[in-house]
Structures are given as C-alpha cells and as structure tokens.
C-alpha cells in the first residue's frame, strides 16, 4: 500500500531545539507534492503520550531530549506503538550509532544539517511503506502459524483423542452386549460408556470452536431438509437419554427448506439438551415449529429459574453456561455459541428470552433458501 498523497500525514515531531523545529517546518512547506500536518512537542514524555492516540503515520525524532537520550527513546517509543515508523534526526554524524539505531526499531537515520526538504520528505514516505510493508509481513507470518497452529490442534482432537475414546467406549459397549456380569461391574461399565460419550461430544465441540474461531466459520453441506423430521428424531433421542422427562413436540406448517441437516440437528440437540439441563426435572420441556414469513421458526422452551440478567449480553459467547442453578457440568460451555454460529451459518437468527414467569424460550429463525451467490 503506498502513501496517499492526497491527505496530509500526520507528524509527530520530537525536537527540543525551536530553531531546528523552525527550519525543519519550512523545509516541508517547500515540498508542494506531500502535504505534512505537524504536531511538535519538546520532551520524549509528550511524545509517548502523542503516540499512544490514533492517526500518527510517522514521527520524526530527536536522540537527544530534556528527558530522554540516544537509543532508549526509539524503545521507549517503540513500546507504546510498535507499528508506527520512526525516523531518527540527530546532529551526530556516527555511521555506526546509525546502524544499531535501525537495530532498534528506526526506519532512518538522518543528520542535521545534511537534510533538505525534498530529502526529507523522501525519507518519511519510504519510512511509511516500509513500516508497512513489515506489518504486512508480520501479519501473514501470523497467519500462517495460525493455520499450522489450527492443523495442528484440529490433528489432535479428531484423531489423537478420537481414536482411544472410540476404543473405550466401543469396548464398553462390547462388555454391556454380551453380559455376564456383576450389578456392580455394569455399572462401572455403564459410567464408562456415558463418561466416553461426554467426552466425544466436548472433543466434537472444541473441533467446532476450532474451526469457527480459526478457520473462518461453518462450511454447509445444504440438501432439501424437513426441519420437522429433524426436531422428531432429536427428541426422541433425547427421550431414550432421559427417560425421566417429559417432552412435547409440535410442529406445524411447511417444514422444508435448503439447509445442513446434520448440522440442524446439532443446534436443536444443544437447545433441547441445555432445556434439560437447566430445568426442573418434573417440568416438561416444549419444542414448537411454525412456518414464519419467508422461514421457519424453531422455539425451545423449559421452565425454572431464568437466565441472570447478567448473561443475557453474553449468553452466545464460548465458554459461557447458560441457566441460573447448574446441578451438574456436562460440557465446556460451547453449545450455545456454536448453536449460534450454526444458525448464523444458515443466514438465521437466534434470540433468548427468560423470565421467572415464562421460563426461558431460545429461539432461531432460519431462511428457507440459501442466499444466491453474489457476482464479482
């Protein structure tokens, strides 16, 4: 990106000296191509502080100051702003202090009284894009180790851990199947094959987090999906995990629409899920389907204590829990943010609302088609 030279940049020059403040503001209004607004201050104090606001493009700065001296000051100016440019304008004509300067974090070194208009101009333009340019640098360079970093992570959750928790829990599952034992022992093999599950779905939801905060969000695979058969099949799973409860399904209205069933059914399983959880165990949890304008609406609903007000702003947030009283933690708090990430996905809404009256009611509106591509 090259310097705009149809705005005045913005300098921010550090020289004590007011004659060689004087005489440096005149060499840059003889150069009529690039137009400079100057913010002149005496003490490396006040430059720290200049530097700490927005809208500086480079500074313009002296070694030697009433309260600072030599290399420090690029440092100290340095840590306050590492991406603005600095170029250093000194009387001391030393190539090597020139060098470690630039080691130091300046993108020049000047000397007084060698320095005309147009050099100096000069000198603060390459001083910008140069700056730029490493920034630029700094940023792929960090969005590369992110992409390893996500390979990486992604590589460890979906097969290094995978794989030995499909070990457990299918052997697990072996030992229920062919019998033979104890009241004790299959209990003990039952908590295994429950723990195993709990442990599948947190890995499944890292993976989810993973890939929305580091990759860029939800890929969908859309078929023609009857949101209606979806809600069906997600209930009576959960009915077979909890036989305790009581749930009530309703569904109405058109349910059809181009979306990703799978992941349909995974938001809708984090909803009825946290219903459960959250709620009275002698309190039914309602799952209602209508037809909504161009879409359909999805409300799950489950009485008890609401959501304290103080977590409604963040209830979609990761890592957050949704209810008031939790009796037990069975996740990482991530359903709701990826039920969030799934419906935004879709082009869809997802609202809350709970009070102590109604209960609380999480609800998603979803577009029946997917938007037309947009042309480049």
Known sequence: MRVDEARALRLLLVEDNPGDARLLREELKDVT????DVLHVTRLAEAVEAAREPGLDVVLLDLSLPDGHGLSNIERLSQVAPTLPVVVLTGTDDEQLAMRAVYAGAQDYLVKGQVTGPLLVRALRYAIERKRAEESLKREEAARRTAVFREQFLGILGHDLRNPLQAISGNAALLMRYGGLSEPQRKAVHRIAHSSDRMAKM??????????????????????????????????ELEVAHPQRRFELSVEGNGWGEWDAGRIAQAASNLVGNAVQYSPEDSPVRVVARDEGEGVRVEVHNGGDPIPPERMSHIFDPFVRGGGEVRARSGLGLGLYITHEIVKAHEGVLQVRSTAVDGTCFWWHLPRRAPAPTKS
């Open 203 to 236: 890995i499944n939801d890292l993976l989810d987090f993973t890939r929305t905060r580091l990759g860029g969000g939800y890929s969908l695979q859309r078929t023609r999906t009857n949101v209606h058969d979806v809600l069906r099949q997600v209930v009576e």
């Open 33 to 36: 191509r690039v137009r400079f």
